[in-house]
């Protein structure tokens, strides 16, 4: 929920909100969310589970700012 800030698990999870991520992805974002800066970046995803942490995270971003990026946009343009 990103107004909210609240992750659910899948049997708590209100009818309109369903995204299902990993325990790895969360376990990743409480690392960023609870790291000191110098080491904010230090870990590891699989490929599917980096993708949805990217993915997650970007989301949650663009809903909190709710504004655009341009250079998100030109690297989600490149990436492909």
């Known amino acids: 929920d990103f107004e909210s800030g609240k992750l659910y698990c899948k049997n708590c999870a209100p009818q309109s909100f369903c995204k299902c991520i ?3 992805v969360v376990t ?15 870990f590891t995803l699989k490929d599917d589970a ?14 909190k700012t709710q504004r655009k990026f341009k250079t ?4 989600n343009v490149i990436k492909e």
């Open 72 to 75: 998100l946009e030109f690297y």
């Open 50 to 63: 980096l993708d949805s942490f990217c993915s997650i995270t970007e989301e949650y971003l663009l809903n």
């Open 28 to 42: 990743a974002m409480r690392y960023v969310a609870l790291s000191d800066f110098d080491r904010i970046f230090s």
């Open 22 to 24: 990993s325990f790895s």
